[in-house]
Nanobody
Framework: QVLLVESGGGLVLAGGSLRLFCAAS?????????MGWFRQAPGKEREFVSA????????YYGDSVKGRFTISRDIAKNTVYLQMNTLKPEDTAVYYC????????????????????WGQGTQVTVSS
């Protein structure tokens, strides 16, 4: 059983920053999984935000967050981070951490179906 726990969400003013954390536990090989962040606003579909390969070498971003968000991971700590800068009200959503097997390396990063494990989410609210 794999457990992903997000934290770091909260209320911030537009233009501000937050750092999200995703702690993974339960199976040793989770460190070899690719990791992603998604978000879901009320009434909208879950949206791809960012992903990072199992070794931290390659990162990917959704168009709406490029240049503002940065994903990283600490393999030894089994933790993935999402640094969010220049936040906008439209970034308001529940943010989810997810893990997928690295065998899917050549498939779209925004395909939710390929992510095997999901966290419960952390709320991010950006006020104008």
């Amino acid at each position: 059983q794999v457990l992903l726990v997000e934290s770091g969400g909260g209320l911030v003013l537009a233009g501000g920053s937050l750092r999200l954390f995703c702690a993974a536990s339960g199976r040793a090989f989770i460190s070899t999984y690719d990791m992603g962040w998604f978000r879901q606003a009320p009434g909208k579909e879950r949206e791809f935000v960012s992903a990072i390969t199992w070794n931290g070498v390659n990162t990917y971003y959704g168009d709406s967050v490029k240049g503002r968000f940065t994903i990283s991971r600490d393999i030894a700590k089994n933790t993935v981070y999402l640094q969010m800068n220049t936040l906008k009200p439209e970034d308001t959503a529940v943010y989810y951490c997810a893990a997928r097997n690295r065998v899917y390396i050549n498939t779209p990063w925004d395909d939710l179906q390929l992510y095997e494990y999901w966290g419960q989410g952390t709320q991010v609210t950006v006020s104008s």
